[in-house]
């Protein structure tokens, strides 16, 4: 209940955003080490984008010098874990700096709390209510992490995250001490990404707004940037998708990308999410996808006991409400990131990606036992998840 809620906020030490910023990533390392080697750590398509050599010249410009690692694939396994610890470990590098999506950057933060502190990496990743074994006891190497895509806000919250095979869910290293010291935001390093991606990317954004927004741990702290960053979206996504040139486009969406991090630290992502993670890694989804996917019904499940904050979040979306009032005004903003998420050619319906009806039972079972999320503004019973996922299959929405 807010009013009694204690905040222990969570924002990252610094970020510095806006186009051409990736220039000073020399001078910003100098500044947080004295050192003289550095990691950049990317992967492969990125290795062979011009400014991975650029970034690297102006480190070595600062007195740096650059190693490149780029094996990492998207949607991390416990063996890229290993490898990058295994890495920086050996290298023990003075600076540390994530060129890439949310999976590099995640395993930037990874290989920051590898390199300070012991034992077995894996141990320090935990499912929600199979806590880590252990938590980072010191402070990660210094890092800067500089995303190319405008979504997952790896580059201002605390976790990495992983993919669980033995679960198939997914798990995470939930440290501050794996917080950016820099978040180095440069929205032209976002125009090259291709439709399908900027969709996924994008709607993740959303999805850590809304979700943070419809979270029992949100306050008006993180509601209002949530709002701020949801009308951005829906005022920019469009564009970017449409037109990946259009550079204030994307300028807003990496902007509203990085502000969703916030919520997404603080309030944390709810049942939206819980789906993502247990579809996302069983059928082979990418995140962004899936998250696209689950937001509206997550919504529509959460909606009787947020009619209220989704009329205010009407407003914000640019929905013109005409008088209409209540439950039925709320059902207008579902309806709304669902055509959203209809224009950008993500589909709707789990029969659409061939997923089997029979696996609905265990789909259920397993977001209940390992994506449980106590901070689901509505409880999360099995009967009704199964419910959600049926029409999930069905693509019924309201
Ligand atoms: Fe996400």
Known sequence: MFGQQVLDLIFPSRVLFG???RGRVGSLAGELSSGRSALILTDRNLEKMGFIKEIREHLEEAGFRGEVFSEIEAEPQEETVLRVAEHVRSLKPDIIIGVGGGSVLDMGKTASVMATNPGDPLEYFGAPLMPAKRSPERRGAPKILIPTTAGTASEVTQFAVIIDRDRRTKKVLSSPYAMADLALV??????SMPPRLTAGCGMDALSHAIEGYM???SNPLTDSVSLEASRLIFENLRKAYYNGGDMMARYHMSLAASMAGMPLANARVVLGHSIAQVIGPRYGLPHGIACAMALPYAMRYNLPVLVEKFCRLA????IELNGVKGRSAAVRVVEEVSNLAGELRIPLSLNELGIAREDLPEIAEDIMKYQPRPN????????DLKELLEDM?????I
Do not use: A, C, F, Q
């Open 186 to 191: 440069d929205p032209s390093l976002t125009s």
């Open 315 to 318: 407003w914000y979306m640019g």
């Open 215 to 217: 979270s029992l741990w």
């Open 19 to 21: 186009i051409g910023t």
């Open 376 to 383: 689901n503004p509505r409880l999360l019973v099995k009967e």
């Open 393 to 397: 299959w069905n693509g019924k929405i």
